[in-house]
């Protein structure tokens, strides 16, 4: 990742947007994402996007999101399909 090697500097990003969080999940980059919300300011506003809600998304959106607003459109019990 480039902040680790120095190259980008994320000390005044506000505004984060995380699409398609439940493939990047299935992807195995929660690691990657928790590492940049770190180095971002503590202020930021998140816009955390999913196209399913399966439970490890659900604790990751309660890990990095302050005060969320929820939209829902469709069921909350849909999977994500197999790769």
């Not at 995380?18 to 180095?39: K, N, Y």
């Given at each position: ?5 120095g ?73 994500p399909?197999?790769?």
């Amino acid at each position: 990742i480039l902040q680790m090697d120095g190259v980008l500097n994320l000390d005044r990003v506000t505004f984060v947007v995380l699409d398609e969080a439940d493939r990047m999940l299935d992807m195995g980059f929660e690691p990657q994402i928790t590492q940049v919300l770190s180095q971002v300011r503590p202020d930021r506003q998140v816009v955390f996007f999913s196209a399913t809600w399966p439970r490890d998304i659900q604790n990751l959106a309660r890990r990095i999101l302050k005060s969320p607003i929820t939209i829902q459109i469709g069921s909350t019990d849909l999977k994500p399909s197999p790769t």
